[in-house]
C-alpha cells in the first residue's frame, strides 16, 4: 500500500523560501523504473506539473519554476522534496506529490496536498 503525505506548506511574502517534503510509505524507492513528482492547482485552474524525478535521479522542471525550484529525493529518509525559492504569488496553490512507474505516463498515487500561499 503507497501512502504519500506532504508537508512544510505555508504563507510566505513574494521572494521568499519553503521547502516541500513527501513522506513516501510503500514505495519502492530503489525500482528503477519508477517516477515521483510535485504538481499543483491554484483556485478555479487546472492542476499543473511543477517538477519530475526518476529513480535514477534525472529532474525536469516546468518551464514557470525553472532556476526558482529544486527536486530531490532522500531515499534513506523514504522522502521527497521541492524546494521553493524566489516565491512569486502566482506559485500560489495546493501543491501534491504523485508516484508511479514512469512508463505508465500517469501517476495513480497522490498525497492530500500541502497549500502555499504567497503574498505580493
Known amino acids: 500500500q503507497v501512502q504519500l503525505v506532504e508537508s512544510g506548506g505555508g504563507s510566505v511574502q513574494a521572494g521568499g523560501s519553503l521547502r516541500l517534503s513527501c513522506a513516501a510509505s510503500?514505495?519502492?524507492?530503489?525500482?528503477?523504473?519508477?517516477?515521483m513528482g510535485w504538481f499543483r492547482q491554484a483556485p478555479d485552474k487546472e492542476r499543473e506539473g511543477v517538477a519530475t524525478?526518476?529513480?535514477?535521479?534525472?529532474?525536469s522542471y516546468a518551464d514557470f519554476v525553472k532556476g526558482r525550484f529544486t527536486i530531490s529525493k532522500d531515499i534513506a529518509k523514504n522522502t521527497l522534496y521541492l524546494q521553493m525559492n524566489s516565491l512569486k504569488p502566482e506559485d500560489t496553490g495546493m501543491y501534491y506529490c504523485?508516484?508511479?512507474?514512469?512508463?505508465?505516463?500517469?501517476?495513480?498515487?497522490w498525497g492530500q496536498g500541502t497549500q502555499v500561499t504567497v503574498s505580493a
Open positions: 504523485a508516484a508511479d512507474l514512469c512508463a505508465l505516463k500517469r501517476y495513480r498515487y
Open positions: 510503500g514505495w519502492p524507492w530503489v525500482h528503477s523504473l519508477t517516477c
Open positions: 524525478i526518476t529513480s535514477d535521479g534525472t529532474a
